[in-house]
């Protein structure tokens, strides 16, 4: 699964990377420890005069249908597997019409517990060996508030872990490289076969990860200081204050 993510690239160096044609909306800066039903960055391609732009915004992260009765439906559809994406009825319309990036810098997950985590899930900080911002294959929809205001909300694939998770997690986040992008945000593309063999598990050693401190595990605590590695072999007080088990 992936449900603890990094987002500390700017606006800016998000549009450059990812060829955004306009800046739409941001978030409000970087946060070093996104649960679900927080903001995350998100690109997507739009219609408009002369033509299909990308336009580089953010979404609620936790998909909410356009047809749901209530929006607390997307607290728990912030992951979509890729075996069923296309099926499910929750994500099927977003699949077929409504596909997205969603660059991050980093994710968490948790692994068996180590001699340092006190018997608690030893939690890890994934990214990529070349320091670029992780791109994930999304997809997001739109959802009328009785204001009329409109929400967007977005969830994240996740495939088989390849070589690099595996010995912490069986799931991660599908990937997707540059090549690959104008094809999943094409909202003419329908070939479903060719869109499904685009989630697939990243290269192995494409990813680097080491372990983190206890306290990402309780979402109040924020900071760059969440990032650095620590002795999975030891623990000490201040790490477990705080420190709570993620869902």
């Given at each position: 699964?992936?449900?603890?993510?990094?987002?500390?690239?700017?606006?800016?160096?998000?549009?450059?990377?990812?060829?955004?044609?306009?800046?739409?909306?941001?978030?409000?800066?970087?946060?070093?420890?996104?649960?679900?039903?927080?903001?995350?960055?998100?690109?997507?391609?739009?219609?408009?005069?002369?033509?299909?732009s990308r336009k580089l915004g953010t979404a609620r992260w936790g998909l909410v249908p356009s047809w749901a009765g209530d929006?607390?439906?997307?607290?728990?559809?912030?992951?979509?597997?890729?075996?069923?994406?296309?099926?499910?009825?929750?994500?099927?319309?977003?699949?077929?019409?409504?596909?997205?990036?969603?660059?991050?810098?980093?994710?968490?997950?948790?692994?068996?517990?180590?001699?340092?985590?006190?018997?608690?899930?030893?939690?890890?900080?994934?990214?990529?060996?070349?320091?670029?911002?992780?791109?994930?294959?999304?997809?997001w929809e739109s959802w009328t508030e009785e204001d009329s205001r409109t929400l967007r909300t977005c969830t994240v694939i996740t495939v088989d872990a390849n070589e690099d998770l595996s010995?912490?997690?069986?799931?991660?986040?599908?990937?997707?490289?540059?090549?690959?992008?104008?094809?999943?945000?094409?909202?003419?593309?329908?070939?479903?076969?060719?869109?499904?063999?685009?989630?697939?598990?990243?290269?192995?050693?494409?990813?680097?990860?080491?372990?983190?401190?206890?306290?990402?595990?309780?979402?109040?605590?924020?900071?760059?200081?969440?990032?650095?590695?620590?002795?999975?072999?030891?623990?000490?007080?201040?790490?477990?204050?705080?420190?709570?088990?993620?869902?």
């Amino acid at each position: 699964m992936c449900g603890r993510v990094v987002t500390s690239s700017t606006p800016e160096e998000l549009a450059e990377y990812l060829g955004a044609d306009e800046i739409v909306a941001t978030l409000d800066g970087p946060d070093h420890n996104v649960p679900p039903t927080r903001p995350l960055p998100l690109v997507w391609e739009e219609s408009g005069d002369p033509g299909w732009s990308r336009k580089l915004g953010t979404a609620r992260w936790g998909l909410v249908p356009s047809w749901a009765g209530d929006p607390s439906v997307g607290n728990r559809m912030f992951n979509a597997r890729a075996e069923t994406v296309a099926e499910k009825p929750s994500f099927r319309s977003a699949f077929r019409h409504r596909r997205c990036l969603v660059p991050i810098n980093g994710f968490y997950e948790w692994g068996p517990a180590t001699p340092g985590s006190a018997g608690k899930k030893q939690p890890w900080l994934v990214h990529r060996a070349d320091g670029d911002p992780l791109v994930l294959a999304g997809l997001w929809e739109s959802w009328t508030e009785e204001d009329s205001r409109t929400l967007r909300t977005c969830t994240v694939i996740t495939v088989d872990a390849n070589e690099d998770l595996s010995p912490v997690h069986h799931r991660m986040p599908a990937l997707l490289p540059p090549s690959e992008w104008a094809v999943w945000l094409d909202p003419s593309q329908d070939d479903r076969e060719l869109l499904q063999a685009l989630l697939a598990p990243a290269p192995t050693g494409l990813l680097i990860r080491h372990p983190v401190d206890l306290r990402v595990g309780n979402t109040r605590n924020n900071g760059p200081g969440l990032m650095d590695p620590v002795d999975a072999d030891t623990v000490t007080g201040d790490s477990l204050l705080g420190a709570v088990e993620t869902p």
